[in-house]
T-cell receptor, first 113, second 112 residues
Framework: DVKVTQSSRYLVKRTGEKVFLECVQD?????MFWYRQDPGLGLRLIYF???????EKGDIPEGYSVSREKKERFSLILESASTNQTSMYLC????????????FGPGTRLTVT | DAKTTQPPSMDCAEGRAANLPCNHS???????VYWYRQIHSQGPQYIIH???NNETNEMASLIITEDRKSSTLILPHATLRDTAVYYC?????????????FGSGTQLTVLP
C-alpha cells in the first residue's frame, strides 16, 4: 500500500514565524501536491510538483512556497505565518499523469495565533 | 464554474446499497470521472474512476450513463464506516491537468 506521511498532525505557530510542513511518500510517485482544506471552501490546491526541483502553482499559492529536493519528499513553507493560514493541510502523491490516483496523507492541522 | 453537481447530503441504512448521484453535464470526451471519499479527520481516499464503461472494484461500482452526463457511485452493502463525504470529480486524462478539483461533495450518513 502507498503510504503518505506528514510530519505533524497538529501544529501551533505564532504570527510571523516561518513554518515547514513536510510530506514523504514511499512509492516512488512522480507527482506530489499540497492542498488546504477549510470549512465551506473544500480542498484547494496550493502547489504541486511533477518532478524533483519542479513545481507549479495551484489555485492559492500566495503566502506559500514549496521545495522538492528529493523525489519522495515535498515540503510546504509558510515564509511568515499569518492567522488566515490556520487550516488543515493535506499532502498527496500520484504515480503519473495518466491515471492520477492521488493518495493523501492524514493531514496537519495548523493553528496560527 | 463547478464541473460537477452532487446532493449535499444523503442517508442510507446499514447493509443497504448506497447510491450516490453526480451530474457532470459539461464533461468532455477526454475527461474521466473520479470518486474520492473523506472520512472525518482523515485525508481523502481514492475509490474508483471511469471514462465510458461501468467499473467495479472491491470498494464500489461506478455507473456512467451512455451520454456521460451523469454517474452513480454504488456502495453495495453500506457499513457505518462508510459514513463520509463523497466527492465526484471530472478530470482530463493527462498533460498539464494533473490537479483534482474537489467540490463540496455529498455527506453520506449510514444509519444503524
Amino acid at each position: 500500500d502507498v503510504k503518505v506521511t506528514q510530519s505533524s498532525r497538529y501544529l501551533v505557530k505564532r504570527t510571523g514565524e516561518k513554518v515547514f510542513l513536510e510530506c514523504v511518500q514511499d512509492m516512488d510517485h512522480e507527482n506530489m501536491f499540497w492542498y488546504r482544506q477549510d470549512p465551506g471552501l473544500g480542498l484547494r490546491l496550493i502547489y504541486f510538483s511533477y518532478d524533483v526541483k519542479m513545481k507549479e502553482k495551484g489555485d492559492i499559492p500566495e503566502g506559500y512556497s514549496v521545495s522538492r529536493e528529493k523525489k519522495e519528499r515535498f515540503s510546504l513553507i509558510l515564509e511568515s505565518a499569518s492567522t488566515n493560514q490556520t487550516s488543515m493541510y493535506l499532502c498527496a502523491s500520484s504515480l503519473d499523469d495518466v491515471v492520477n490516483e492521488q493518495y493523501f496523507g492524514p493531514g496537519t492541522r495548523l493553528t496560527v495565533t | 464554474d463547478a464541473k460537477t453537481t452532487q446532493p449535499p447530503s444523503m442517508d442510507c441504512a446499514e447493509g443497504r446499497a448506497a447510491n450516490l448521484p453526480c451530474n457532470h453535464s459539461t464533461i468532455s470526451g477526454n475527461e474521466y470521472v473520479y470518486w474520492y471519499r473523506q472520512i472525518h479527520s482523515q485525508g481523502p481516499q481514492y475509490i474508483i474512476h471511469g471514462l465510458k464503461n461501468n467499473e467495479t472494484n472491491e470498494m464500489a461500482s461506478l455507473i456512467i450513463t451512455e451520454d456521460r452526463k451523469s454517474s452513480t457511485l454504488i456502495l453495495p452493502h453500506a457499513t457505518l464506516r462508510d459514513t463520509a463525504v463523497y466527492y465526484c470529480i471530472v478530470r482530463e486524462t493527462s498533460g498539464s491537468a494533473r490537479q483534482l478539483t474537489f467540490g463540496s461533495g455529498t455527506q453520506l450518513t449510514v444509519l444503524p
